[in-house]
């Protein structure tokens, strides 16, 4: 018959582990002999696995000083860590490259107008959003494609970004609406503020967030004093439930409020794989050298030896000044009773490079980088492995890019549409009333080219052909509008006939995804334009 658990922890078992856990530990430890055997292999408490320590508090967030730990070291890994800056430039450039732009996505059947009403409007929408996001940053550095590089660096450095939404009226802003990033440093909690976790005032009941403390240094402290802090709480929201504060960052646990740097769970391998770098090269130079030990074995000499004034007398040579210059080519002349001792250190030998690349492939897997792209290396990959590890990363990228579009793009599209509405800049007849149709959008980013044009190329005709693609898929892939790319078609070719040029007819896609000449009429779909 099997023993009964014994559950959770006694006021007893409490008091003495914080008095003497080493004790408290070694209760735990006999408690759990006394249990019947796991039916999961992982939770057996052989003596293979008696080491394994975990501790479950049910606590999501961790404590603010080590999220702080966390932040700080990830960003001096971005700063003297070339592999973990190099992961960041590559993640920040596939996923946001250039910056995501937003196609309005409304439908005239929902809005009830027609379809020349709706494409009317949807241009209009993403006119004034272009024309807003020149002048987004509130300090007047960046437009809104380089802040959202610049938000989705800070939040693989440090697990999230803090965006302001003021309302500024300045001369030469076409809205007033506009963006300040914020440092998750400066999200913390006020001394002697109660209900708020490192920086978020939260609610009584659903936790939900209410306020967001932001901390602002004193500038006029000197280097040598203790800084002194001004505390400004920013609601989250305004009183109509529009966001005043956007936090992002990916959350990894029900009920979380701070993000946690991509590198967390990494850092201690990058140290070890730095410091092993750092040893390597040590050895290197030591290998490198060729070092000589002068031994005295008659006491006589020693002697005169010892009498010969050293540097701490103003002098050369001498017990004081054991080090000497042993140069290329030199002839070494050993005086009465002195022997050498010939120093060859060995460097790192063959397992360096086996080390270094086990290291690095554990970083690609944590990062979501195949090896290859961690390292820019394809020297030693053919086409299949090449393709299969670039689309691998692909579907990291694009979820990092959906996520990042609808919880940072998406929430600064609506009020951008909304206040081009209000300004009259927007003229959507019952814009509350529709208000997710009006807003309803498709953010594209940059294109990840091709790896074998040819065949990728034949292969989209094929699904295009075959009902299975788009051209807004296919084109939105290669990062590109397919509204904008048909307009500049037509232009193209009424300028070609203009000119009398005739334009060949176009290629389809076999079903091996190899092209060949087009049978349809050149004035028919899918043909050209003569």
């Not at 735990?28 to 479950?56: H, I, N, P, V």
């Not at 005032?201 to 967030?209: H, L, Q, T, Y």
Request: overall charge neutral; charged content about 25%; hydrophobic content about 40%.
């Amino acid at each position: 018959m099997a023993r009964p658990r014994l559950e959770g922890k006694t006021r007893l078992d409490r008091a003495i582990a914080y008095v003497a856990p080493g004790w408290a530990a070694k209760r735990q430890t006999a408690r759990l002999g006394f249990e019947m055997a796991a039916q999961f292999r992982g939770a057996d408490t052989t003596r293979l696995l008696s080491e394994w320590l975990t501790q479950s508090l049910g606590i999501v967030n961790p404590d603010p000083w080590e999220l702080e730990t966390l932040r700080e070291r990830s960003q001096e890994l971005n700063r003297n860590n070339p592999i973990a800056a190099g992961i960041t430039d590559t993640m920040v450039i596939n996923v946001i490259g250039q910056g995501l732009q937003p196609q309005s996505r409304m439908r005239a059947e929902e809005l009830g107008i027609s379809d020349e009403e709706a494409q009317t409007l949807r241009r209009q929408a993403e006119n004034v959003f272009d024309s807003w996001q020149r002048r987004a940053d509130a300090s007047n550095r960046q437009n809104f494609r380089g802040m959202q590089a610049l938000a989705f660096r800070k939040i693989v450095e440090d697990g999230e970004i803090i965006v302001n939404l003021p309302m500024i009226k300045e001369a030469g802003r076409p809205l007033q609406r506009a963006l300040e990033l914020i440092e998750a440093a400066r999200l913390g909690t006020p001394f002697g503020k109660t209900g708020v976790f490192d920086g978020v005032e939260v609610g009584p009941e659903r936790k939900e967030p209410l306020k967001y403390w932001i901390r602002k240094a004193n500038l006029t402290s000197s280097n040598y004093e203790l800084p002194r802090y001004e505390w400004v709480g920013l609601p989250a929201r305004d009183s109509r439930g529009r966001p005043l504060i956007l936090h992002n960052y990916l959350m990894k646990r029900p009920g979380q409020l701070r993000g946690i740097p991509f590198f967390a769970s990494a850092l201690t391998h990058f140290k070890h794989l730095s410091d092993y770098m750092s040893a390597a090269v040590v050895a290197a130079k030591l290998a490198a050298c060729v070092a000589l030990i002068i031994s005295q074995n008659d006491p006589t000499g020693a002697a005169i030896a010892a009498s010969r004034p050293g540097p701490s007398t103003g002098g050369s040579g001498g017990v004081n000044d054991n080090l000497e210059r042993w140069e290329p080519a030199s002839i070494l002349r050993l005086g009465l009773g002195e022997t050498a001792t010939m120093i060859d250190p060995k460097g790192v030998g063959d397992t360096f490079g086996k080390f270094m690349e086990t290291g690095l492939r554990i970083l690609g897997a944590n990062s979501g980088l195949p090896y290859e792209l961690l390292l820019k290396d394809f020297s030693k990959t053919n086409y299949s492995s090449a393709r299969a590890a670039l689309l691998e990363a692909r579907r990291w990228f694009m979820f990092l890019r959906a996520w990042f579009a609808q919880d940072h793009c998406q929430p600064i599209w609506e009020l951008v549409l909304e206040e081009a509405y209000l300004a009259g800049q927007f003229p959507a007849p019952n814009f509350y009333e529709f208000q997710e149709e009006y807003c309803r959008s498709q953010w594209i980013g940059g294109g990840w080219g091709w790896v074998d044009p040819v065949k990728e190329i034949g292969a989209s005709i094929a699904a295009i052909d075959a009902g299975l693609s788009t051209y807004a898929k296919e084109l939105a892939g290669q990062g590109e509008d397919w509204e904008e790319t048909f307009q500049q078609l037509v232009q193209e070719k009424q300028y070609a006939a203009a000119l009398g040029l005739i334009f060949r007819a176009p290629k389809t896609a076999t079903a091996a995804g190899e092209l060949k000449e087009s049978e349809a009429p050149i004035d028919q779909p899918g043909g050209g334009q003569q």
